[in-house]
């Protein structure tokens, strides 16, 4: 019995769906004089991509003075990738230099009376950091050409993970092991 061709490029494009990494989308609200931080592990040589933004409570009108934030992200090592301050938006894109748990924070001023400021969020990592429209408008590639980029990339993301989870995982057994003796 033979399989069809479509069939198995679709079992394998689930497959590695499943393994790789997505990007998270959130919103938040952050009281004036706090701070909301999030965290996202990233491995060496790892692509991510970063966009937020307030949302204006009176659409159609200016966003008020105190609704601007600070922000900063940051790598394991305390090393800043981004930092933009009394902004109402903005973007970061970097590739990680070191492994780890990178953070990106959200500040907002004191005010008084305390105003509640929605962000909105989005963090790519991983193959889904990538703009794939634009790779294909650009080379007047083939969407067959296109789809096995990306299974290229996924399948790549995916061995560097492994290998990450593996030295992660040695670290722990010999860590465990140096406590014991």
Known sequence: MTVPISNLVTNVVII????SKFGESMRFDLTSG??????????????T????????????????????????????????????????????????A????????????????????????????????????KVAKKGQVDMMELELKKLFDTVSSIHEEMFYLRESFEFCVKGGRNARA
């Open 98 to 133: 070191e492994a780890g748990d990178y953070t990106a924070c959200f500040w907002s001023p004191e005010h008084n009376p305390p105003a509640t400021v929605t962000v909105e969020f989005e963090w790519k990592t991983g193959v889904v950091s990538k703009d794939w429209t």
């Open 16 to 19: 590695l769906g499943l393994f």
């Open 49 to 96: 991509v970063g966009k937020y933004g307030v949302v204006n409570p009176n659409e159609g009108y200016p966003l008020p003075d105190t609704h601007k934030l600070t922000v900063k992200v940051t790598s394991p090592y305390g090393n800043s990738y981004h930092q933009g301050d009394h902004v109402e938006s903005g973007n970061f894109a970097f590739t990680a």
């Open 34 to 47: 706090h701070t909301k931080c999030v965290s996202e592990d990233i491995n060496h040589n790892g692509m």
